[in-house]
Structure formats: structure tokens, C-alpha cells
């Protein structure tokens, strides 16, 4: 058995410093500017209506933070996870202009992590070239909804071999 750091302890921490970083901004969703959700792997199911789309009820903006892939070497290296952050917002203006707050939100990620790469006690972001931060905007129509996502590498502590206890030579 192994001890340590999981992905899924990463996907929380992450996901936490997310909620702090935008608690206190608003971005356009339906009827009126409002707080950012953010979601682990995905979002809930929906309990509501159909006719509940356009109303604040709506999840518009969120972030769903999960994890696409990830590697371990050896049972005593840093295992490597790659997190993306799939970003939505919503603009039922006639402007079309729900991609400038995707982009707004997308740069303070970036920005945000380029700028301090540890959080949550144990993880780091990787940058380099084998590991760099992207990014990408939507291009296909889907308006009134706009999306955008960041890609990163995070190495999460190597987990800690327990070593079996030898008493006169029998386990």
C-alpha cells in the first residue's frame, strides 16, 4: 500500500484555488453578471427545466477542471498529471462578445499560474518545453455559449513505499 498525494487530491486543491481567485469577479451569464462555478471533472446532473436555459438558474459561466492523462516512472518520482480547465461563459448579446471573457479568464489562469506555480501544499506546475502551459479558444458557432481551455502540467508527490516488517526473519 502507498502513501501520498493523489490526482484527485491535486483536482480539488486546483479546483479550490480557482473558487478563490474569482470569488470576487462577475462575468456575464443569463440575466445579468454572476459568480463563476467551478466543477470537478464534470458538471452536475441538471435537476432543472428546459425553460431554466436562460435564467440565472442556468450554470453559465463555469469551469470544469479534470484530468487527461498522467505518469508515473517509478513508485519513488513525482507523478506527472496533465489538468485542463474547459472554460464557459455566456453572451446573448447581438455583439457576439462571450469570447473576451472566456479570454479574460483563460489569461488570469495563465497569468495566475506562471506567476506562482505551487498551490495546495504539495503541487507544482511544470514549464518547460516538454510541459508548457496551453491554451485554446473555441472556433466553431455556439453562441449564446463560449468556451476556452488551459492545459498544464502538475506533478503531484511520489507516494512512499511502506516497507514490510521482518521479525526473525518471517513477515
Known sequence: M???MTSSMMLTALCDVLRDMFKDKRFTGQEGKKRIKVYEWEQPISTDNDEDVDTDDAAAPFIIVSLELGTINSPDETQIVNAIMTICCYD?????????????????????FCKT????????????????IDWAMQKDP???????????W??????????????GGLV
Open 2 to 4: 502507498a502513501n501520498g
Open 154 to 167: 502538475v506533478t503531484i508527490p511520489a507516494m512512499t513505499q511502506e516497507q514490510d516488517e521482518w521479525i
Open 117 to 132: 506555480r505551487y498551490f495546495g501544499g504539495w503541487f507544482t506546475i511544470l514549464m518547460d518545453e516538454d510541459h508548457p
Open 92 to 112: 446573448d448579446g447581438t455583439e457576439r462578445l462571450g469570447y473576451k471573457e472566456v479570454n479574460n479568464i483563460k489569461e488570469d489562469i495563465v497569468q495566475r
Open 142 to 152: 455556439t453562441a449564446p455559449y463560449y468556451y476556452g481551455a488551459v492545459s498544464m
